[in-house]
């Protein structure tokens, strides 16, 4: 199969946020027939939802791959699940581990599992603001240009960590 690049976007709010990013991009790392590409730095933002919850840590990371993008993302929730994630009917509520395809390839996906490019990407700050860190230039598929995307869409809160 032909290699696609990838972006994911990971989140934390639970169990020490930075160390949960940090951990899983190791274990996105350690999967065969993945490449890092570029990750981006880390942001903290208010809680999407449900505001008596922690502040999240947000990163989006850029992976060069071989794998289908069903494979991809059962790989992604194991590694969500290993990292203590529960899932829940709740919508936005807090989690030690939150990894979504953003993007795969240039690909529009609509399955009943993923939906590429990830619903609501285009009024989310703390995607845009890091995916427009490592790709500057990237057109989204459906949506246009991440530098539009970027002017469009308020900050809310977004603060890039040092």
């Avoid at 949960?20 to 939802?49: D, H």
């Avoid at 999240?56 to 990292?83: F, G, R, W």
């Avoid at 581990?97 to 609501?120: A, F, K, N, R």
């Avoid at 949506?143 to 869409?153: K, S």
């Amino acid at each position: 199969m032909t290699k696609v690049i990838v972006y994911i976007g990971l989140g934390s709010n639970l169990a020490t946020p930075e160390v949960q990013i940090k951990e899983a991009r190791q274990a996105i790392n350690a999967l065969s027939a993945i490449q890092e590409t570029a990750f981006s730095s880390l942001y903290r933002s208010p809680p999407m939802g449900p505001q008596d919850q922690p502040d999240y840590v947000n990163a989006v990371m850029a992976v060069e791959t071989s794998l289908p993008a069903l494979e991809l993302l059962h790989c992604l929730q194991k590694i969500e699940l290993d990292h203590g994630r529960v899932r829940k009917d709740e919508r936005w509520g807090a989690r030690t581990l939150d990894l979504d395809i953003l993007l795969y390839g240039q690909q529009v996906i609509q399955q009943p599992d993923l939906i590429v490019p990830h619903y609501g990407m285009a009024e989310r700050a703390f995607v845009l603001y890091p995916l427009q860190e490592i790709a500057p230039s990237l057109q989204v598929p459906e949506l246009g240009y991440i530098a539009t995307l970027v002017r469009h869409c308020p900050l809310d809160g977004l603060v890039r960590l040092a």
